[in-house]
């Protein structure tokens, strides 16, 4: 794992701690968000494959 991993939502550079990454349920691809998105169940997109979720 990289630092420079970056949140889906708004694309800020993800602090260590309060951000998570999963993976797409569409294509797997690792999405990450920031604490700030995660607490503010900020909508997401997969930049891989464009699928959207809460
Ligand atoms: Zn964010
Ligand atoms: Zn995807």
Redesign the pocket.
């Known amino acids: 794992m990289t630092a420079k991993e970056r949140c889906t939502s708004c694309n800020a550079t993800l602090a260590v701690e309060g951000s998570t990454g999963f993976p797409?349920p569409?294509?797997a691809?690792t999405i990450y968000r920031c604490y700030r998105c995660r607490e503010q169940s900020i909508a997401y997109t997969?930049p891989?494959?464009g699928?959207q979720g809460p």
């Open positions: 797409c569409v294509c691809n997969c891989k494959c699928f």
